[in-house]
């Protein structure tokens, strides 16, 4: 995964600290919060008219329960066909075998 980091990162790792104090390009890799303006405040607030198209939360959660256990099920039928093929053909081994 390091080699996903960018290279001011990956570099900033390598220097000391007396380096990056004395370097005026130096930026930090942990920004500071700049507070949001007018427009993103009023981009984010709750909109009257699109509330009937939004999803209900308790709803989503049970869609997206299902589909993971249903992910499970299909996953252990899945080994426990392999593993059934492969006790099958270890028996069929054994039985030329003999």
Known sequence: MAFLLDRATMFSRFQSHSQKERDPNFLPS??????????EKALLEEDLALKRFKSHKK????????????TIV??????????????????ARKSEGA
């Open 59 to 70: 709803s989503v959660w049970r869609i997206k329960r299902m589909g993971d256990v249903l």
């Open 30 to 39: 942990r920004r500071l919060h700049i507070e949001a303006g007018a427009r």
């Open 74 to 91: 299909v996953v252990a039928g899945c080994c426990y066909e392999i593993y059934v093929k492969a006790v099958m053909r270890e028996e």
